[in-house]
T-cell receptor
């Protein structure tokens, strides 16, 4: 596609439920990143994919968070047993290689009630 | 440990004047720096970048200055326009291997008034 697409754009879920957030990167972009922005905070790195593998998962805040990428394209971020502190905007970005800038999607606003 | 810091959460500037947004970093391994601009309900968009081999990069109304010894960079917008009102994020990377991720600051909200 022309840009990075994220779905859903908004998600309200009850505490304790699992959620899946989807990212469709720009076609041909090998690197994919997940970040989140909590209220009043900067962009917090979560995980980085190069192709289908994740060389850097250091930002995942707990084992309730996991992500996968299939076919070198679509990525899914899964949060199990959501907590209120998981409420944030989850942003996905992709880029063609290390010498290129990120292109971000518009994000998924997750609200855990 | 906040490796990239933007100490001013907000800034208000009159249209036509200069806007100066500041950013400090602590990791001496960072060698590539970027500024992103973010409007509400949109993802951040790339604005301008600078490599550590330079101390200045200019693109139209936007100039980024890098002071490596002080671990400080700044973004100058001249002249400021109302459409520049947004949140600006400073970001840095080591650009090698798994350090290719960007580390972002907390952002500065710029408001350009008429």
């Amino acid at each position: 596609g022309a840009g990075v697409s994220q779905s859903p754009s908004n998600k309200v879920t009850e505490k304790g439920k699992d959620v899946e957030l989807r990212c469709d990167p720009i076609s041909g972009h090998t690197a994919l990143y997940w970040y989140r922005q909590s209220l009043g905070q900067g962009l917090e790195f979560l995980i980085y994919f190069q192709g289908n593998s994740a060389p850097d998962k250091s930002g995942l805040p707990s084992d309730r968070f996991s992500a996968e990428r299939t076919g070198g394209s679509v990525s899914t971020l899964t949060i199990q047993r959501t907590q209120q502190e998981d409420s944030a905007v989850y942003l996905c970005a992709s880029r063609q290689g290390l010498n290129y800038g990120y292109t971000f999607g518009s994000g998924t606003r997750l609200t855990v009630v | 440990d906040q490796q990239v810091k933007q100490n001013s959460p907000s800034l208000s500037v009159q249209e036509g004047r200069i806007s100066i947004l500041n950013c400090d970093y602590t990791n001496s391994m960072f060698d590539y720096f970027l500024w992103y601009k973010k409007y509400p309900a949109e993802g951040p968009t790339f604005l301008i970048s600078i490599s550590s081999i330079k101390d200045k990069n200019e693109d139209g109304r936007f100039t980024v200055f890098l002071n490596k010894s002080a671990k400080h960079l700044s973004l100058h917008i001249v002249p400021s326009q109302p459409g520049d009102s947004a949140v600006y994020f400073c970001a840095a990377s080591g650009n090698t291997g798994t350090a290719s991720k960007l580390t972002f600051g907390t952002g500065t909200r710029l408001q350009v008034t008429l």
